[in-house]
T-cell receptor, first 110, second 110 residues
Framework: QKEVEQNSGPLSVPEGAIASLNCTYS??????FFWYRQYSGKSPELIMF????GDKEDGRFTAQLNKASQYVSLLIRDSQPSDSATYLC??????????FGKGTRLSVIA | DTEVTQTPKHLVMGMTNKKSLKCEQH?????MYWYKQKAKKPPELMFV???????INESVPSRFSPECPNSSLLNLHLHALQPEDSALYLC?????????FGPGTRLTVL
């Protein structure tokens, strides 16, 4: 059974701080890693994906992947109240459907 | 453009009704998906279409019937649903691995 684990939160950070969201996965054959942001009552929005070990930056977001440790993270710099949402980690091996974690609820306090 | 559209936005139906959900994308994506999402849970995969053929059915009850009339359209036909089927129904599409969700249909079964 392929599993993706996330801390459900809530993770509370002050405005302007760095929010760090973590995800571990069980399948060593996983090749693709995704972060989705989901606001309450809305659909998931793809905000980052990463395929190789290391860091990938896009604006205030940085995804970090460590395949040896089976660990992927999302850093949000200069967190804003508008970043308050549930963040879903999703993983697959490139041939099978995405496996989602249960999501981490982030609350950015103004 | 990474837009997936879904209609209707909201749907209320009785247990004896027949209704359909519609999903459309014009990004040339060859894989399309139906998910069901309950509150505070991750999306749960229902069906996958690849090149207009049903490739995955996650043991979904027969009261849900998917249809892919062409490469841009995906329907979900609903019949004799139960109140526990009330949820957010999400359509998604992908070209390779990056999967994009539509806004969803909020379904309430009375």
């Amino acid at each position: 059974q392929k599993e993706v684990e996330q801390n459900s939160g809530p993770l509370s950070v002050p405005e302007g701080a760095i929010a760090s969201l973590n995800c571990t996965y069980s399948d060593r054959g996983s090749q693709s890693f995704f972060w989705y942001r989901q606001y309450s009552g809305k659909s998931p929005e793809l905000i980052m994906f990463i395929y190789s070990n290391g860091d990938k930056e896009d604006g205030r977001f940085t995804a970090q992947l460590n395949k040896a440790s089976q660990y992927v993270s999302l850093l949000i710099r200069d967190s804003q109240p508008s970043d308050s949402a549930t963040y879903l980690c999703a993983v697959n091996d490139g041939n099978t459907p995405l496996v989602f974690g249960k999501g981490t609820r982030l609350s950015v306090i103004a | 453009d990474t837009e997936v559209t879904q209609t209707p936005k909201h749907l209320v139906m009785g247990m004896t009704n027949k209704k359909s959900l519609k999903c459309e994308q014009h990004m040339g994506h060859r894989a399309m998906y139906w998910y069901k999402q309950k509150a505070k849970k991750p999306p749960e995969l229902m069906f996958v279409y690849s090149y207009e053929k049903l490739s995955i059915n996650e043991s979904v009850p027969s009261r849900f019937s998917p249809e892919c009339p062409n490469s841009s359209l995906l329907n979900l036909h609903l019949h004799a649903l139960q109140p526990e089927d009330s949820a957010l129904y999400l359509c998604a599409s992908s070209y390779y691995n990056e999967q994009f969700f539509g806004p969803g249909t909020r379904l309430t079964v009375l």
